[in-house]
């Protein structure tokens, strides 16, 4: 499945964006935005926004690293784990949180004001970094009258720093870790567990564990990758949305 590049308005200038369509509508559909890991929007998080779209979402992924000097699309896949680990988080460094946060929202607006698309019915999905963006996202948007309408949270690297304003997302949402996350210990998966449950007060909140999977699970890359982790996970995440946002019927 083929992107088309948006530009996405901003109140810094327009932003670029991946967006797919579902091949198939008979009217509008649901949408998410999609937030990139640190790694930007590589060769894998592109695939997934493909999955999505295949699942019948519109799917949009700002350029987030668009703001640096030079812009820059993705980190792909490098042999030197570290070295590609260590490019990812430089750049991410680089980038204000604050305007990433203001472009994601922003993305969510620009989302919505497709004809393709039934505004009232977006979301929110975001890998590692974007996990935690998306929750600061979701907490801004919600603030201003126009919470997403669902959200999926894969180990959202930010989120031990976010607890607070995380406490304030109430929609429908769904959060994946795995057990053995060296970035991001069991002790402090267990406070966003009660955080973005509200102590588990909120039915509407899923939270899942993989046992034995390390950060970033998902991600392809052999330095990450959890095979059982990845596909009950991804699994999780249909079932999700299905439910949550569904794209048919």
Request: aromatic letters at 8%.
């Amino acid at each position: 499945m083929t992107a088309t590049t948006l530009r996405i308005p901003t109140d810094h200038g327009d932003l670029p964006g991946l967006l797919w369509l579902p091949a198939e509508a008979d009217g509008p559909v649901p949408g998410l935005v999609v937030l990139q890991e640190i790694f930007g929007l590589s060769d894998y998080l592109r695939s997934r926004c493909a999955d999505l779209a295949a699942l019948g979402y519109a799917v949009l992924a700002p350029q987030l690293f668009a703001r640096l000097e030079p812009p820059v699309l993705a980190v792909e896949d490098d042999e030197d784990f570290e070295a590609w680990l260590a490019e990812g988080m430089e750049l991410t460094q680089a980038l204000p949180w604050e305007r990433a946060e203001a472009d994601a929202v922003a993305s969510l607006a620009a989302l919505r004001s497709l004809d393709a698309v039934d505004a009232e019915r977006v979301g929110l999905v975001g890998f590692c970094y974007g996990g935690g963006l998306a929750v600061a996202a979701a907490a801004t948007a919600a603030a201003t009258g126009r919470a997403p309408a669902a959200l999926v949270s894969f180990y959202g690297s930010a989120l031990p720093a976010l607890l607070d304003r995380a406490r304030t997302v109430e929609v429908a949402s769904l959060h994946v870790f795995g057990t053995a996350d060296a970035f991001i210990p069991i002790e402090q998966v267990e406070r966003i567990r009660d955080a973005v449950t509200d102590g588990g007060a909120r039915e509407q909140v899923r939270f899942a564990l993989h046992e034995g999977a390390g950060h970033a699970f998902d991600n392809p890359h052999p330095g990450l990758h959890h095979a059982a982790a990845s596909a009950a996970a991804w699994s999780q995440t249909e079932q999700f949305l299905a439910a949550a946002l569904p794209a048919h019927g």
